[in-house]
């Protein structure tokens, strides 16, 4: 729904890591209502969304006008204050620890098999997928998935697309995964046991060549024992273990491991480098997209900048055909610069006197954005992020559970959701928010409320009545965000009520993140590595399916956001049977069950899902220059910058 202009978004902040397979992110939110029914063609299949997008101007906000001067001209270079480089790099191949993020690349630079229908998505709540790099696609027992590739593209360097490449990505998956099974978002969805894919492949491909192969790459390729292969130049077969959601399946291909990269110049440079810890050259060297927009120019921690490629598909589609499917819009400026700016202040004065023309926004000038009838704000009518506290289940003494119901009935929940985002959101019992619809506690776990009484019965189970022979806890957060100082002060101060004394640490971004990356790296890097307390600064979907959170928060499947470093087998067989059945009921009894175990263990404490898209703020924009503009389809779980290809200027005629 949008209110006022015809502007169809969302938005918000989500932190990630690094490289020691460190990543996650931080951001925001809601997903589909649920995993709805089936599909084959990609006009007309559809989904139902409970979540809706809300897009206001600040007059509307306060209930007033908004003036208007008229149409702004539109610029030559579109300008964008965001107040993060990507986490860690804008390698690509980061993908597989759901990086970089915020991604700027998405849609603009790199592009994806299917897209969502941004503007059912964001207007109406449905889920619509729509051609991309894929023309069209079969869907066999929701099991085995053709793609027919589009012809004609090339890769900004001048290498074709083709079903080599695809095939060259998908591996390119795996092998950065550590050759697991679980290397599409943590979830086991292929039978490699007939795949050989090690170094003396590799040496085969780059020697044979990915874009124009020769015999023996062909060989390898087209190996129909291989789950994934190529079927011929134009057309690539996906088979996976057994049937799996193809709503799930096809939101895969839009998150965070979708966007489609040229494997001929990875391997023309060095290859992909080791499992978690990619070749660095790729940091500061882009890898060629396929995108209306390429990067001409970056300046780590200072800016990026975009120029339309010339040679894209899509230059001449029509107003038409891009109304039809705005992600594969060609933009309508020459240039784009994001520039990186720290400070929330001098985003705001940019906005303000017209240097910049978005500008993230966050509390402490978001009020002015508010009040201001001349801007508008992308927001959110349902919640956010997910804001969590994670406990470290393997070290003492948070590895007592006791302990841990102790503090989950300590926190504050109100004073948290009032004091950090103003009240705007909603308290909820996780992994899932209640914008998941019907896969939103299933089982009716109540949340956990503040309870000193039984707070101090518990810790009295434990041993330690009163807080008596607990050490001093450990409690880290990254610099920078407001409301995590916000809650870490309320969080410190509820635990001395039951006698927990509390040490908060900053930590540098770099020494924030090393540390996430998936369930078991984080076992054998050192369970004592991680805090006992550890706010995730939030997160928001990797892809837009409910298994994300379930099998990212509380699994041993984890790839990244595991920061309880928690597993039982209660849970993780729940988490399991996303890839091995399509059966709703199935998968619904066993996560009541799963559901009910996690808050006897009490891995998290769920704090908040806030609304406001980046939890205290949002991007903003002059609403005389600006008409209509899309974000991320995975609620911003993938990139908060606006997707700057669908900016439509208020002047054009469209």
């Not at 690509?92 to 790199?110: E, R």
């Not at 943590?186 to 085969?204: C, H, I, K």
């Not at 669908?646 to 054009?652: G, Q, R, S």
Request: aromatic share 12%; net charge negative.
């Amino acid at each position: 729904m949008c209110l006022t202009a015809n502007i169809l978004l969302m938005s918000t902040t989500k932190k990630s890591m690094n490289k020691t397979v460190g990543v996650l992110a931080v951001i925001i939110i809601i997903l589909l209502g649920g995993i709805v029914t089936l599909y084959s063609q990609p006009s007309t299949t559809e989904q139902t969304v409970v979540t809706q997008t809300v897009t206001q101007t600040a007059a509307a906000a306060a209930g007033g006008d908004a003036a208007s001067s008229g149409p702004l001209p539109i610029p030559d270079t579109l300008i964008i204050d965001e107040n993060h480089y990507p986490f860690t790099s804008v390698n690509q191949l980061l993908g597989i620890m759901m990086m970089p993020w915020p991604n700027v690349m998405l849609f603009t630079h790199y592009q994806t098999l299917v897209v969502t229908d941004l503007t059912e998505q964001f207007d109406n709540n449905n889920i619509i997928y729509k051609p991309s790099l894929a023309t069209s696609w079969d869907i066999t027992n929701q099991q085995k998935y053709t793609f027919h590739l589009r012809e004609g593209v090339t890769f900004h360097n001048g290498d074709a697309f083709n079903a080599y490449q695809v095939w060259a990505w998908m591996y390119g998956h795996y092998w950065m995964g550590g050759n697991e099974t679980n290397f599409m978002y943590g979830l086991d969805l292929f039978d490699m046991s007939n795949v050989e894919y090690g170094p003396a492949t590799v040496q085969t491909l780059t020697d044979g060549g990915i874009a124009n192969p020769n015999a023996a790459s062909k060989a390898i390729m087209e190996n129909s024992d291989w789950p994934i292969h190529v079927v011929d130049e134009y057309t690539i077969e996906m088979n996976l273990k057994n049937p799996f959601n193809q709503d799930i399946f096809l939101a895969m291909l839009v998150g965070h491991q979708g966007m489609i990269y040229d494997a001929q110049y990875v391997f023309d440079h060095g290859g992909y480098g080791h499992a978690y810890d990619p070749n660095p050259y790729f940091d500061t060297n882009p890898i060629p997209g396929t995108g209306p927009y390429t990067i001409t120019d970056l300046e780590v921690d200072a800016y990026i900048k975009f120029s339309q490629y010339d040679g894209y598909w899509g230059k001449d589609l029509t107003k038409a055909e891009i109304n039809d499917n705005p992600a594969i819009d060609p933009g309508h400026v020459k240039n784009v610069v994001i520039n990186i700016q720290g400070s929330d202040l001098a985003r705001y004065t940019d906005l303000t006197t017209g240097d910049a023309h978005m500008a993230a926004i966050l509390a402490e000038n978001f009020k002015l954005v508010q009040n201001n009838p001349q801007y508008e704000y992308a927001s959110l009518k349902e919640h956010s992020r997910v804001i969590k506290l994670g406990m470290n289940t393997q070290i003492y003494p948070t590895d007592n559970v006791d302990v841990r119901r102790a503090i989950v009935r300590a926190i504050d929940y109100e004073a948290i959701l009032d004091r950090a985002f103003f009240g705007e959101g909603s308290l909820f019992f996780g992994p899932q928010t209640p914008s998941f619809g019907k896969w939103y506690n299933p089982g009716n776990t109540p949340i956990y409320e503040r309870n000193i009484d039984e707070a101090l019965a518990y810790l009295e189970t434990a041993g330690y009545p009163n807080g008596e022979g607990l050490p001093t806890f450990t409690y880290w957060i990254p610099p920078g965000n407001q409301f995590e100082i916000v809650i870490s002060q309320i969080i410190q101060a509820n635990l001395l009520d039951i006698g927990i004394n509390v040490e908060i640490s900053t930590k540098l971004e770099s020494g924030y993140w090393e540390i996430w990356c998936s369930y078991q790296c984080q076992i054998d890097n050192g369970v004592d590595k991680f805090p006992h307390l550890l706010v995730g600064t939030g997160y928001a979907p990797d892809y837009i399916g409910v298994p994300n959170f379930w099998s990212q928060f509380v699994s041993k499947y984890s790839t990244v956001g595991n920061i309880a470093l928690y597993s039982n087998p209660v849970v993780d067989d729940a988490v399991a049977l996303f890839s091995t059945t399509a059966d709703e009921d199935t998968i619904m009894a066993a996560l009541i069950k799963a559901e009910q175990q996690l808050y006897d263990d009490a891995p998290y404490a769920w704090l908040a899902a806030p609304s406001l898209l980046m939890s205290d703020g949002s991007y903003a924009w002059n609403k005389d220059l600006i008409d209509r503009v899309y974000f991320d389809p995975n609620y911003i779980g993938v990139t908060q910058v606006p997707i700057f290809n669908t900016v439509i200027f208020d002047e054009e005629d469209w």
